[in-house]
T-cell receptor
Framework: DGGITQSPKYLFRKEGQNVTLSCEQN?????MYWYRQDPGQGLRLIYY???????QKGDIAEGYSVSREKKESFPLTVTSAQKNPTAFYLC????????????FGPGTRLTVL | AQSVAQPEDQVNVAEGNPLTVKCTYS??????LFWYVQYPNRGLQFLLK??????LVKGSYGFEAEFNKSQTSFHLKKPSALVSDSALYFC???????????FGPGTRLSVLP
């Protein structure tokens, strides 16, 4: 899991509540990513950021929001607008060169009660 | 657009036998290919990558991968499987602009004792 931390490891939320997942990296990477993983499915990109104060929507951004105020941090907010938020969320970071490797955090499992 | 296919959802192999997990890709320009492994409730761990040069890439934990440009494949291999290799394996390609990674759907490897 390298120098990327995610917290909390497990998170429970009631329907209608917003919740924020933390992602921090000390690898000095410019790019950071959020993915969602559901059972039996691969990774789906939610948001990504190539530089501080800038980010782009991925394939499934609806119901999610992010910020990138610091290079080290890329928090993800799961809003009440996300209809089916129960999933495993993975944060990753990488340098921006085309041959550079993406490294992942340990993940946060979100369960909506 | 880049894409990655992993034609097998599940691969079963006996301990001590060689294993192969298949991956094919579609990309315009030079392919930059990656393999990751995921253990239950963990983030993805980087195994190896192909950038250029030798078609046989060696990685972590005794894994290697063979790049075949004519068949657009990047199969993961190991000469002798261990029970501890049982996990979910993802193939990925990085796009030519260096921004995003495209992941395959994953292949579940089961090594039977």
């Amino acid at each position: 899991d390298g120098g990327i931390t995610q917290s909390p490891k497990y998170l429970f939320r009631k329907e209608g509540q917003n919740v924020t997942l933390s992602c921090e990296q000390n690898l000095n990477h410019d790019a950071m990513y959020w993915y969602r993983q559901d059972p039996g499915q691969g990774l789906r990109l939610i948001y990504y950021s190539q530089i501080v104060n800038d980010f782009q929507k991925g394939d499934i951004a609806e119901g999610y929001s992010v910020s990138r105020e610091k290079k080290e941090s890329f928090p993800l907010t799961v809003t009440s607008a996300q209809k089916n938020p129960t999933a495993f969320y993975l944060c990753a970071s990488a340098r921006t060169g085309t041959t550079d490797t993406q490294y992942f955090g340990p993940g946060t499992r979100l369960t909506v009660l | 657009a880049q894409s990655v296919a992993q034609p097998e959802d599940q691969v079963n192999v006996a301990e001590g036998n060689p294993l192969t997990v298949k991956c094919t890709y579609s990309v315009s320009g030079n392919p930059y290919l990656f393999w990751y492994v995921q253990y239950p409730n963990r983030g993805l761990q980087f195994l190896l990558k192909y950038i250029t040069g030798d078609n046989l890439v060696k990685g972590s934990y005794g894994f290697e991968a063979e790049f075949n440009k004519s068949q657009t494949s990047f199969h993961l291999k190991k000469p002798s499987a261990l029970v501890s290799d049982s996990a979910l394996y993802f193939c990925a390609v990085r796009d030519n602009y260096g921004q995003n990674f495209v992941f395959g759907p994953g292949t579940r490897l089961s090594v039977l004792p």
